[in-house]
């Protein structure tokens, strides 16, 4: 039986493992109640926020989205815009990651179901 959120924590660990922060931890938090869709507070801290009330892809969309500001802090400190053209390139990284993580999931869905 899938627990809750099982699809969203394998992407978290996909991307932590393809794109891993070098200096810094983090802890992602599923929570409810939140007033955005998630929050990435202080990365040297290590705390990724991600509201449970949203939709999945509208999850999925947020964990890349904070997972690209730990990558930039991680790699580039505490700059002064947090959507930087360094933020848009770890951003564009993570994306990328999550897409071949997609395509290598529907290749193995069609090796499982012979089509």
């Not at 493992?17 to 929050?39: A, C, I, M």
């Amino acid at each position: 039986m899938k627990k809750k959120h099982d699809y969203e924590k394998l992407i978290i660990k996909y991307l932590c493992e393809t794109v891993p922060l070098q200096k810094h931890k983090v802890l992602w938090r599923f929570v409810s109640n939140l007033k955005d869709y998630g929050s990435c507070t202080a990365p040297n801290k290590g705390v990724i926020t991600i509201s449970v009330d949203s939709k999945q892809q509208e999850m999925i969309d947020t964990i890349i989205h904070e997972y690209a500001h730990a990558i930039d802090f991680d790699r580039n400190g505490c700059g002064k815009e947090h959507h930087s053209e360094e933020w848009g390139k770890c951003y564009a990284e993570v994306y990328r990651a999550y897409l071949d993580l997609i395509h290598k999931n529907k290749e193995e869905r069609k090796r499982n179901h012979g089509r």
